[in-house]
């Protein structure tokens, strides 16, 4: 399987930085969302991110700009690539129902996968005619810096589109991770599911607060960031996403949201990029104050 053109859809922060991981490795990349407007923040926050990489000398101005000549936008989909990564909003729903369009407009050879960090590969491969074709590719945010990538098998992925993709991970410069059987979370977000869980679970029960419990985290256990800081980063959403999701498919009680992250949610306090979660932020990103 000959991986050469590749489509990125979803242009939010993690769609958009695959992306750009995609073009850095000499892929030829379009970059797909519905609205103009994300496309073109997506492009801009690329640019600043890009540039700042010349600046700190982790990339030539030349690596860069031959990247972004590589990196193309559209809002409506192609009709031909080799790979499709998507990383749409979390809703299986709203998944299904993008393959199940992609999987009548391109050629029969083209590998579908999933960003999903939550959602198994099956749950979506039943959309399609072509299941044998389907896995999840699960980027850690930020996916210009994180190494890992898991490769997600479901039961009726073959074994030449788990090749391929094992192999186009190692393309990007990335560490694969490969599972044998789909499981929800899969193995590093299982993980650290489990020390969120049990997070929240001792701020709740008012051990500690959040400062407190990210600064044992840090400095006890040698963690780069504590578990409030890491929801915040990664969005307050997203992992309320991801524990309804599982608590869906489960239905046990522990699987279900937490009543601090729904009432977050709710509040549309979604961290970083709201400047409200666990903790305030300025306009730059810098943590100024707690949120809660």
């Known amino acids: 399987m000959s991986i050469e053109r590749v489509l990125v859809a979803g242009a939010g922060a993690m769609g958009s930085q695959i992306a750009m991981v995609c073009a850095f490795a000499g892929y030829h990349v379009t970059l797909h969302d519905l609205d103009p407007t994300a496309l073109d923040a997506a492009t801009a926050a690329l640019r600043e991110r890009t540039s700042s990489m010349v600046a700190k000398g982790r990339r030539t101005a030349e690596e860069v700009d031959a990247a972004h000549a590589r990196l193309h936008t559209a809002s ?70 994180m190494p890992c990538v898991e490769v997600v098998r479901g039961p009726e992925t073959g074994d030449a589109t788990a090749a391929a993709a094992t192999a186009f991970v190692e393309s990007l410069g990335k560490v694969p991770v490969v599972l044998a059987r789909e499981i929800p979370g899969f193995v590093a977000n299982r993980l650290l599911n489990a020390v969120r ?20 985290a840090r400095t006890a256990l040698g963690y780069p960031m504590g578990p409030f800081e890491l929801m915040d980063l990664t969005g307050v959403d997203i992992g309320y996403l991801t524990k309804k999701a599982r608590f869906d498919e489960t239905g046990d009680p522990a699987d279900a949201p937490s009543a601090t ?20 932020y300025d306009s730059t990103g810098a943590r100024v104050g707690k949120g809660i």
């Open 261 to 280: 992250v729904s009432r977050l949610v709710a509040d549309g306090h979604l961290g970083r990029k709201t400047g409200r979660g666990f903790y305030l």
């Open 76 to 145: 409506t989909l192609p009709d031909d690539a080799d790979l499709v990564i998507e990383a749409i909003v979390e809703r299986l729903d709203v998944k299904r129902a993008f393959f199940a369009d992609l999987d009548t407009r391109l050629p029969a050879e083209t590998i579908l996968a999933s960003n999903s960090s939550s959602l198994v590969p099956s749950s979506m491969a039943s959309a399609i005619r072509r299941p044998d074709r389907f896995v999840n590719l699960h980027f850690f945010n930020p996916a210009l810096v």
């Open 197 to 216: 869980d049990e997070a929240i679970a001792l701020y709740e029960g008012g051990y500690a607060d959040v400062d407190a419990i990210d600064t044992a």
